[in-house]
T-cell receptor
Framework: NAGVMQNPRHLVRRRGQEARLRCSPM?????VYWYRQLPEEGLKFMVY????????ESGMPKERFSAEFPKEGPSILRIQQVVRGDSAAYFC????????????FGSGTRLTVV | KNQVEQSPQSLIILEGKNCTLQ??????????LRWYKQDTGRGPVSLTI?????NTKSNGRYTATLDADTKQSSLHITASQLSDSASYIC?????????????FGTGTRLTIIP
């Protein structure tokens, strides 16, 4: 029973390019959460999705960032026209239901913008 | 503003010794408090989850305490091992449900030396 799978583990992008981060939740989990961790800072909530629906995107920047969780396939966090300040570790967590006790995190994607 | 503050920022102890990490929070309303262990380059892994009615919870050599009146929690590690070297993160949730964001502390970086 694989845990939350994130890929790639490391991603390097030049300024202005697009970054696509993927998250496959644990089997049976239909709730996905994305967090960002800047160096020396705590994780910050970005967006909460259920299958095909964005439930809460209050932590996600209004511009350049978008997220989806299609009926089939992984959840995608997309960052367009990346800037150096986007360099961070992006973590995905999933849970089976709205009750978040069973939160499980993936190993993260480390994005470096050069 | 909801905040979670942890102390110390970093701690170095000898293998076999005990240590206690502190967490103060101002999150309101409050539903549950979790302690996570985050190894370098990995996602956070849950150690304990406590609701406001629980005072203490153990997980092997890890024992967490909670005082909901003073809004303080501690994580006590006994007979430390080299594998305990990691960041320990205190996380507070205002709700049991996923659409309420978790508030993360910045963590205590623990180093165990032989």
């Amino acid at each position: 029973n694989a845990g939350v799978m994130q890929n790639p583990r490391h991603l390097v992008r030049r300024r202005g390019q697009e970054a696509r981060l993927r998250c496959s939740p644990m089997k049976g989990h239909s709730h996905v959460y994305w967090y960002r961790q800047l160096p020396e800072e705590g994780l910050k909530f970005m967006v909460y999705l259920q299958k095909e629906n964005i439930i809460d995107e209050s932590g996600m920047p209004k511009e350049r960032f978008s997220a989806e969780f299609p009926k089939e396939g992984p959840s995608i966090l997309r960052i367009q026209q990346v800037v150096r300040g986007d360099s961070a570790a992006y973590f995905c967590a999933s849970s089976q239901s709205q009750e978040n006790y069973g939160y499980t995190f993936g190993s993260g994607t480390r994005l470096t913008v050069v | 503003k909801n905040q979670v503050e942890q102390s110390p920022q970093s701690l170095i102890i000898l293998e076999g010794k005990n240590c206690t990490l502190q967490c103060n929070y101002t999150v309101s309303p409050f539903s549950n408090l979790r302690w996570y262990k985050q190894d370098t380059g990995r996602g956070p892994v849950s150690l304990t989850i406590m609701t406001f009615s629980e005072n203490t919870k153990s997980n092997g050599r890890y024992t967490a305490t909670l005082d909901a009146d003073t809004k303080q929690s501690s994580l006590h590690i006994t007979a430390s091992q080299l594998s305990d070297s990691a960041s320990y993160i205190c996380v507070v949730s205002p709700s049991n449900f996923g659409n309420e964001k978790l508030t993360f502390g910045t963590g205590t970086r623990l180093t165990i030396i032989p």
